[in-house]
Nanobody, 129 residues
Framework: EVQLVESGGGFVQTGGSLRLSCVGS????????IGWFRQAPGKEREGVSC????????YYADSVKGRFTISSDNIKTTVYLSMNNLKPEDTAVYYC??????????????????????WGQGTQVTVSS
């Protein structure tokens, strides 16, 4: 059984930092690229970042560029999302997800939630103003 488990969410003030973790079991991150999505109340789920686990290429939504960093550990069992200079508009449930799309398609397709095969349960991030 494939499982993705997120952790690291919490409550921070504006300008604060958090690091989210996504641990996979029953799945090889060598075969899947990992994305982070978020969903705020009343809003659609949006892609935040994705890492191509083959070449470690990273992709970001414009709203988080320069503030968020995606990375994976050397043995590719955990993907992290380091979030700095957090803003109230970053408040959402954050999900990690795994996609098996070819590496050549990641750059164009990573924001499409329907390309992802497996999802975690989500972790809440709340940023106070």
């Amino acid at each position: 059984e494939v499982q993705l488990v997120e952790s690291g969410g919490g409550f921070v003030q504006t300008g604060g930092s958090l690091r989210l973790s996504c641990v996979g079991s029953g799945i090889s991150f060598n075969d899947y690229h990992i994305g982070w999505f978020r969903q705020a109340p009343g809003k659609e789920r949006e892609g935040v970042s994705c890492i191509d686990t083959v070449d470690n290429a990273a992709y970001y939504a414009d709203s988080v560029k320069g503030r968020f960093t995606i990375s994976s550990d050397n043995i590719k069992t955990t993907v992290y999302l380091s979030m700095n200079n957090l803003k109230p508009e970053d408040t959402a449930v954050y999900y990690c997800a795994a996609t098996g799309i070819p590496g050549t398609q990641v750059e164009d397709a990573w924001t499409d939630q329907f390309e992802y095969d497996y999802w975690g349960q989500g972790t809440q991030v709340t940023v106070s103003s």
